[in-house]
């Protein structure tokens, strides 16, 4: 069974920077890949990037030039580095894995962290 645990959400004024961490245990994660989901209330939950066992990034257009996700295998985490924060980034974040990168990419991973909430607010 995996295990994702979530930190480092919290308010921040736009502009404003944060970064998220997730680590992950139960399973070899050199091998899995992982993404960041986002759910704000009454909006479609939206994948806003993901990284391949191999390093492989991709991202939303909505965060692409602000958001940089990468990982570390020897810490088994994953993070997001989130810049240049605007409000409509106000959502509650969730970190992903699976070894199909696919079911990442469809909305249907394997496993799920508990999710950290990020508010953009002056």
């Known amino acids: 069974q995996v295990q994702l645990v979530e930190s480092g959400g919290g308010l921040v004024q736009p502009g404003g920077s944060l970064r998220l961490s997730c680590t992950a245990s139960g399973s070899p994660f050199a091998i899995t890949h992982m993404g960041w989901y986002r759910q704000t209330p009454g909006k479609q939950r939206e994948l806003a990037a993901t990284i391949t066992k191999d390093g492989t990034t991709n991202y939303a257009a909505s965060v692409k030039g602000r958001f940089t996700i990468s990982r570390d295998n020897a810490k088994n985490t994953v993070y997001l580095q989130m810049n240049n924060l605007k409000p409509e980034d106000t959502a509650v974040y969730y970190c992903?894995?699976?070894?199909?990168?696919?079911?990442?990419?469809?909305?249907?991973?394997?496993?799920w962290g508990q999710g950290t909430q990020v508010t953009v607010s002056s």
């Open positions: 992903v894995s699976d070894r199909i990168i696919r079911a990442i990419l469809t909305d249907s991973p394997q496993y």
